[in-house]
């Protein structure tokens, strides 16, 4: 049997979408093997959740450092210790430093709350209600040293009702998220998607276009 594909999760909120994967991999739906889950916030209930599945958990504060690089540096130098096949930022709100990223090329996603290239940074579901969007969603990206830019590698769909909220958007966003997050890991893990130094690659093609979650959980 071939090495488990390991991945390492950085979260630094609620952990819905550490769940996620954590249940998939309970559930037998993803070969994956969670290596660690790094956190910027000691208090962050994604930790918790890690704890639960008896994964290891690393904090690294940036108050105890003096710069945001000084902080990069030792956050993914923990990271790095976890040997990873792929880094899955999952909700960790701290912007990476470019220095970071550049050394591991094609190693780490994103999932960010919109269809890009919509809707960067904070607060999307009241960008998409400002915007009169009548479709919001999100999206699994490639992170790159440009803010919620890199390529976009799948992404999932809903409609924005009307009376909607933010907080009634963001709920049935979230509802997505979970399955798009798994399946894009998972399209990772057993190589069918792969992240080539000439951009991402579906069953070894270039691909085309952001891959689409479905109504049965799946991407195509
Ligand atoms: C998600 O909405 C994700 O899209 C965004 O941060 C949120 C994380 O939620 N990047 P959770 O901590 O996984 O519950």
Same mark, same amino acid.
């Given at each position: 049997?071939?090495?488990?594909?390991?991945?390492?999760?950085?979260?630094?909120?609620?952990?819905?979408?550490?769940?996620?994967?954590?249940?998939?991999?309970?559930? @037998?739906?993803?070969?994956?093997?969670?290596?660690?889950?790094?956190?910027?916030? +000691?208090?962050?209930?994604?930790?918790?959740?890690?704890?639960?599945? @008896?994964?290891?958990?690393?904090?690294?504060?940036?108050?105890?450092?003096?710069?945001?690089?000084?902080?990069?540096?030792?956050?993914?130098?923990?990271?790095?210790?976890?040997?990873?096949?792929?880094?899955?930022?999952? @909700?960790?709100?701290?912007?990476?430093?470019?220095? %970071?990223?550049?050394?591991?090329?094609?190693?780490?996603?994103?999932?960010?709350?919109?269809?890009?290239? +919509?809707?960067? @940074?904070?607060?999307?579901? %009241? %960008?998409?209600?400002?915007?009169?969007?009548?479709?919001?969603?999100?999206?699994?990206?490639?992170?790159?040293?440009?803010?919620?830019?890199?390529?976009?590698? +799948?992404?999932?769909? $809903?409609? $924005?009702?009307?009376?909607?909220?933010?907080?009634?958007?963001?709920?049935?966003? %979230?509802?997505?998220?979970?399955?798009?997050?798994?399946?894009?890991?998972?399209?990772?893990?057993?190589?069918?998607?792969?992240?080539?130094?000439?951009?991402?690659?579906?069953?070894?093609?270039?691909?085309?276009?952001?891959?689409?979650?479905?109504?049965?959980?799946?991407?195509?």
């Amino acid at each position: 049997m071939s090495a488990p594909f390991r991945i390492a999760v950085l979260a630094s909120g609620t952990g819905t979408n550490l769940q996620a994967l954590i249940d998939a991999i309970s559930a @037998g739906d993803l070969a994956v093997e969670i290596a660690g889950v790094f956190s910027d916030k +000691a208090k962050a209930f994604a930790l918790e959740r890690a704890r639960g599945a @008896g994964i290891a958990t690393t904090v690294v504060p940036p108050k105890r450092f003096a710069t945001r690089e000084a902080h990069d540096e030792a956050f993914f130098a923990a990271v790095d210790g976890a040997s990873a096949d792929l880094i899955v930022c999952a @909700g960790y709100m701290r912007i990476i430093t470019a220095a %970071q990223i550049e050394r591991r090329p094609n190693r780490m996603i994103n999932l960010h709350p919109s269809l890009l290239p +919509a809707f960067k @940074g904070l607060h999307t579901h %009241q %960008q998409a209600l400002d915007a009169g969007a009548i479709e919001h969603g999100a999206s699994v990206h490639i992170v790159t040293a440009d803010l919620d830019d890199g390529p976009v590698l +799948a992404q999932a769909r $809903v409609p $924005v009702l009307p009376g909607d909220t933010a907080g009634t958007l963001a709920a049935r966003v %979230q509802a997505v998220e979970h399955p798009l997050l798994v399946e894009t890991v998972r399209m990772l893990a057993e190589g069918h998607l792969r992240l080539a130094p000439d951009g991402p690659h579906l069953n070894g093609a270039p691909l085309p276009a952001p891959l689409q979650l479905g109504a049965n959980r799946r991407l195509a």
